[in-house]
């Protein structure tokens, strides 16, 4: 096997691999690479996922060749050559580049497993608007706890597909225009938002079936992509379309920035629970972290107030999670009665229609 | 106590105040406010630092307030208003701003020590040499180990103030030009670096005594600095000064980021113990990390070379130190015989001069 190609997108494939698949599982630890005259491929097979990339190069000699991830990933990543030439040498795998030579140890490609079996493509999203919903929503889901909680559910109903996660304090919602099959899966949000977050090029292929979730692109010098299984649990979408069903009480509008920096102020007064109370009054949002032995906090942020004037206490870092997803955007918060939860959505909608709710704090007797 | 004052220069005081005193000690956990006619001053007093700034301030009311370094760098870190309006209220300072107002809980301020008294002013040296000459030497410093590996050797010899550390493994030395009184102590490498990196201004006064050694800037509305005790311990100065004085049987001019880059591409070959060859050859250094588990690479980087050919091993991590020091500078490195130390200084001597030694590996048999 020998062949020479660019090494930015298959540093890059090297480097997402290394990062989707936890250096725990033996048979995860190696890439495999394939040389054709289709061109190079490079795959990566494990539990959480199952990586692959296709790439543009002038193949000297067919060959498949397994090598550690973590060792390809590194090589590459150092360095600064646009090409290098790639050679099977005895029992290395060679890197070359015109001034140095780089030999990786050879795995058994055999055990690494078959080149994987995507899922079929089901649609196509524009990429941006799809980082954006991943990174909002797969950050409401849990890092421990039960997997329910670790989970994106992604459904499609008609021409909406729908992202939500939760950790039972607060729910994220995504809506994206959807003009594909039918998506009904959950997946697991660290995977997902990875994956997301690498994704290349100006439109994601969204692969998926009954059991997997997967995205793809196509670059003008290379393919690629990561699907990873569907978490069989039962979601429970009608408690969350109740949830979703929001009565507000009162109405704040609001530049998410500004409320967002007030908040982070506020949280050095907030306690060990990190409370922190908005208030609605008139033409303000005043915004409280109160906790005697940290001191008080009291500021006022410009908004116009719709409905009753209403207070509720959050746990501030929900509250920033919350905000962070909407950038600089304009918000509307809807606050609902006793510990219903607060709806955070954009003021003008673009791309994905994003929702986050976050579940108040129980008032203190 | 009242008093108007700009938010940066006391926001960046007492940031500094709080990284420079660790959280631990129950008496430094706290920092004195003083308004007088005079102005505004900051001081927080530990075993480890004493820290002080004073500023340019409408003062409304005299007085003095002790409050939490955490609670006030934190507090203060938030804001974007330029002007703060700082006063005691009851039991609470407060601090506010157009739209807000947070109160920090008072501490006893006759608690936290008096106001510290400075060593005196020892000289002045150029905040930028400084500050690369502390960060280079600070960096060769031990984080555990025995003190006198955790210190920077501060000592002054006519026109001449010598910076220096070591962990027995790597030496550091800056020698800036000195146009000021004896200085003679053995400052804590942490504190040191801390200190020379957050100094503003363009001038840095050296205050010190025989067991005291300070950093502080005078600026346009505010003047600030810290001093911390110099480490009781006898350095051991004359090995120092056999160790400098390298006989070179191999010498190789090199550019600095082309030979760091190459190290850091070799590490991943180097093994557990990280070790990278230099082979200084015709015109070229040949890198190698050779680590039979991880396979292996040679990478050759243009060089002048002068005397015998040579090769000897290092630690790749300190070789990149020493390499990192000296930016995008062209490097001579002096190769001695043995385990004799390599010197890296740079080809064309601008600000501190400054010279790494690394100690190579002993040649396994």
Partial sequence: MEF??????????????D?????RAARAGGVTLTASAAGVGLSAVGEEATVWGEFAAVVHGDGVAGVGRRALAS????????????RLEGSRLAIRTGTARFAIPLLDAAALGPAPELPPVAGRVPA?????????????ASRDGLPLFNGVRVRSDGDRLRLAATDRFRLATAVLPWHGSAVDVLVPAATLAEAARTLPGSEA????????????????GDNGG???????????????????????????????????????RAMPFAGPVGAVSLEAADGVVVVRGTDDGAGDSRE????????????????????????????????????????????????????????YLVVPLRKSP
Avoid: N
């Avoid at 990873?228 to 979408?237: C, G, I, M, V, Y």
């Fill in 4 to 17: 020479t190609v660019a090494t930015g997108p298959l540093a890059r494939a090297a480097a997402r691999a």
């Fill in 19 to 23: 990062r989707l698949l936890p250096p």
């Fill in 75 to 86: 090589t590459l990543a150092g360095l600064d050559a646009p090409e290098v030439r790639v």
């Fill in 128 to 140: 941006d608007v799809l980082k954006a919903a991943v990174a909002a929503v797969a950050g409401a």
């Fill in 205 to 220: 292929i969204v692969h998926a079936d009954a059991d997997r979730f997967g995205l793809a692109w196509h670059g003008t």
């Fill in 226 to 264: 990561a699907v990873t299984p569907s978490l069989a649990l039962p979601f429970p979408d009608a408690q969350l379309d109740r949830l979703l069903g929001v009565r507000p009480e009162c109405t704040v509008d609001v530049e998410a920035a500004l409320l967002r920096a007030a908040v982070e």
């Fill in 300 to 355: 006022e942020v410009k908004a116009q107030v719709g409905g009753a004037a209403m207070t509720a206490s959050y746990q501030g870092r929900y509250l920033l999670d919350a905000l962070r997803a909407f950038g600089d955007d304009r918000v509307i918060l809807q606050l609902q009665t006793g510990i219903q939860p607060t709806s955070v959505t954009a003021a003008e909608q673009t791309g994905a229609e994003l929702r």
